[in-house]
C-alpha cells in the first residue's frame, strides 16, 4: 500500500467562490515554482480541488497528511504558508480555518 508518497500535499480550492474571492490560478502557479525552486518536487505537492465546502470562508486550501485548513488565504499569505508549514512543518495557526460552518 502507498501511504504518505508526499511529505505534504496542498490542495488550493478551485470552486466557484474561491476562484471569486481569490486566485487559484495564481496560487498554484506559486506553490509551483517555490516548489521546483528548492528542488523539492518528490517531497511537496500542490494541486487544484473542487469545492472544499467552506465557501463562506473562501478561499481556502487544505495540507495533508496533516490535515490543517486554511481559509481567506490571500496573496500576501501564500509565502508564510510555504515557508512555515510546507518547508518546516509549522501550521499558521493566524491563517487557519476558524470553525467549519460549511456553506
Ligand atoms: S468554492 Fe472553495 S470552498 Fe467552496
Redesign the pocket.
Known sequence: MLKNRFKHHLFI???????ENGNPEQAKAFFKDKIKEHSLEGTLRACFSS?????K????MVVYPDGVWYSGVQNLDWGRIFNQHLLNSKPVVELQTKNEDP?
Open positions: 480550492c478551485h470552486g466557484k467562490s474561491c476562484s469545492c472544499l465546502n467552506l465557501c470562508q473562501s478561499p481556502n456553506k
